[in-house]
């Protein structure tokens, strides 16, 4: 596989830098993205760079992880208008061995290949420079001029955000040039990746490689992922969308994907699936023909949810979305676990009762009219009720009279009533 073409037909390179081409095709080639280690998992705001060192690795070349523990403790100004906390060193590699396993559903750490993936934190060769070191060793070989001509550092002495630019930030292009230099000569790491607000920095490191080495080194970057709405890829209003499940559970991050626009999908099953350019194309053209089948977001939805989570997260997932369209049946609600249960029926009307009541058996009436406000009367539930229109974890409910105990409570905690087709009320015993 040509590594260059497939990203090019993915819509995946934004800037690269002459000879990168020729550097890969010539012989086996380390490259690095950096990850920001700031949080114990990575959110799909990483995945573009992941999926470029999924790529590079597939092609036959050697993928490098940087976990920037030490420059997470200083905070890069690239598009952001605030300096960020900085860190303790526990902190950094606990995270740093959470994203090592959320990593390893990707990459090859283990197998003993020659282009097996490697994990490295900058912590571990910038914590032995000394000031002194730093400004004589690297400093010396880069002008304030060539630093002040960075993009990212000319918005921020601009005044965007009114907070200008600290020392700290200033120098964060000297230490990431550092990284890349020091992989450079510790790995023979040739090329840099990273999204198109990192261009300036990954080129500072082979200006640095140049200067120091006289050594040739590459870059190449993505494009930031938008979406067609003009909104910021992988928010909602709930914040980020994470890869961990205990974060974004996996019917949430399922969700996502299967909401995205029409012009977004056919971008984004590009970006974050390994689908060929014949599936993809098939998918597009199939998705042309009957676009309410939605079946480039289903694709797309099925491919990143079974890469990030397995299929029988995928399976749960799909089943508890036919639940809300009134495909489902109470067997099927009774499979979904209790966070899957919850992100369902997010913002649906609770109501909370005391378990020791629903121990004796509660009056269904008396459940939906007095103890929550499923109804406003007893007579209104009943005549719902006798009409058909009421049920009880998908169930329709057959008699006024009937009781209701522990029996049948979901997750031993949750009943689930439905009045009509779509309104639907959640009971919480506890």
Known sequence: MNFVEELEWRGMIHDIMPGTQEQ????????????????????????VSVMMLKHLQVAGHRPIVLVGGATGMIGDPSGKSAERNL??????RHNQECLKAQLSRF?????????QALMVNNYDWMKE???????????KHLTVNYMMAKDSVKKRISGEGNSGL???EFTYQLVQGTDFYHLYQAHNCKLQMGGSDQWGNITTGTELIRRKLGGEAFAMTCPLITKADGGKFGKTESGNIWLDPKRTSPYKFYQFWLNTSDADAEKYIKIFTLLSQDEVAALVKEHAEAPHARALQKRLAEEVTV??????????????????????????????????????????????ISKQEL???????ELMAVKTQIFPSKGEARKTIKGGGASLNKEKLSSPEMSIDTSSLLND?????????????VVVAE
């Open 24 to 47: 890969l095709q010539k012989e086996m080639t380390t490259a690095y993205v950096g990850i920001d280690p700031t949080a114990d998992s990575l959110h799909i705001g990483h995945l």
């Open 87 to 92: 860190l303790d060193e526990a902190t950094l």
């Open 107 to 115: 990459l090859d750490f283990e197998s003993g290949n020659k282009n």
């Open 129 to 139: 420079f000394s000031f002194l070191e730093f400004i004589r060793d690297i400093g």
């Open 166 to 168: 600290s020392f700290t």
């Open 307 to 352: 890469m990030i989570h397995g299929r029988e997260a995928y399976d749960t997932s799909v089943e508890a979305s036919q639940i809300l369209f009134g495909k489902s049946t109470m067997d099927a609600l009774k499979k979904i676990d209790e966070d899957t249960f919850l992100s369902v029926f997010e913002g649906v009307p609770t109501f909370n």
């Open 359 to 365: 121990n004796e058996g509660i009056d269904i009436l």
């Open 413 to 425: 905690k949750y009943l689930l009533f439905q009045k009509g087709k779509k309104n639907y009320f």
